[in-house]
């Protein structure tokens, strides 16, 4: 992924945060997505993704399954779900990652 796909300030330490439809859109979310599953697994990995209730959401987790899905990995919907059942199905299916899209504490 070049510099020039996403503003570096939408980067934490643990997160990706900035404001939907400027800063995250599809397109980032899917760059985004491809970049994890293929740089930071030797081999194609087994990943889950679960969203929040939010609209933006599952559109944004979409975007992040075709990016996932681009760059091989196996992937498991959880579908509308709340955070912490993503890091569950993680440890109990042995998947070896995650991707949560949620606006968190923000109002829907």
Wanted: net charge neutral; charged share 25%; glycine share 10%.
């Amino acid at each position: 992924m070049d510099a020039s796909c996403c503003p570096s300030q939408i980067f934490r330490a643990y997160d990706i945060r900035g404001k939907i439809g400027e800063e995250i859109t599809p397109e980032r979310v899917r760059r985004i997505a491809q970049t994890y599953a293929s740089r930071y697994f030797s081999a194609p990995p087994r990943l889950v993704v679960g969203r929040d209730l939010r609209e933006s959401s599952k559109v944004l987790a979409e975007a992040a399954i075709e990016g996932l899905v681009a760059a091989g990995a196996e992937v498991w919907d959880v579908g509308e779900v709340p955070s912490p059942l993503v890091y569950f199905a993680i440890g109990r299916w042995g998947a070896d990652g995650g991707i949560v899209v949620t606006a968190s504490h923000l109002p829907p």
